[in-house]
């Protein structure tokens, strides 16, 4: 593939569309062609998928919630981002199979290790180019949440330990992975900005 995937990850309320932004604006600056998305979602089947593991009122299964989200993005990939990265384009990601081993894996006490077979049997093997982890306290990251004043959905709503042992889940992950950057949240957007163009614009040559 000649494109370039960049996912962004972290918990609820860090700022990973504001980056996502700010990102696709500078590349498309740059004269690159973006595809910008997100999971779930990014298909009509997966916005489908969305309504149901993040607003489905009532219990969904863990391990079910855990094959939505691979379904979705065995859709997702197939449908949308291979075909941007085979025609060269910079395909940015809000979440992937890092955030199914971080929630459904350590937030719903399932096996990390299962969780992430299943994604990269789902994904035909495709590992990002570039993981953006943007990490910020749980308690920060609640009340960045409750200022914004939106309805939670089903994960946000979860409890503060189950936050916790995702951001945990996440900087294990980060720990041992050379394709992530690991940036801290709670600076001012801009500066987060630029320590990503940086790596990025190494990434492109």
């Known amino acids: ?14 700022g990973k569309s504001t980056q996502a932004q700010l990102l696709e604006e500078w590349l498309t600056a740059q ?20 309504e149901i593991v993040l607003h489905h009122r009532g219990d969904i299964a863990p391990r079910a919630e855990a094959l939505l989200y691979a ?17 060269g384009m910079v395909v940015i990601q809000d979440r992937y199979i890092d955030s199914s081993v971080a929630y459904q894996g350590a937030g719903r006490v399932l096996a990390g290790d299962t969780i992430r077979d299943l994604s990269m049997w789902a994904v035909d093997g495709l590992l990002p180019d570039l993981t953006v982890l943007l990490d910020l ?3 920060a990251a609640r009340q960045r949440l409750d200022a914004a004043e939106k309805r939670f959905d089903r994960l946000e709503a979860e409890k503060a330990e189950f936050h916790a042992r995702v951001r945990a889940a996440y900087l294990d992950m980060a720990a041992t992975d050379p394709r992530f950057i690991v940036l801290d ?5 801009e500066a987060i900005a630029s320590d990503i163009r940086a790596r990025v614009e190494q990434l492109l040559g």
């Not at 960049?6 to 609820?12: K, P, Y």
């Not at 949240?185 to 957007?189: F, G, L, V």
């Open 185 to 189: 949240a709670a600076r001012e957007p």
């Open 71 to 87: 379904a979705d993005r065995a859709h997702h990939i197939a449908t949308k981002v291979r075909p941007a990265l085979e025609a």
């Open 31 to 50: 004269g690159r062609t973006v595809v910008r998305t997100r999971e779930p979602g990014g298909t009509e089947v997966g916005e489908q998928i969305r």
């Open 1 to 14: 593939m000649s494109g370039l995937f960049i996912t962004l990850e972290g918990g609820d309320g860090v």
């Open 137 to 139: 306290d749980e308690t």
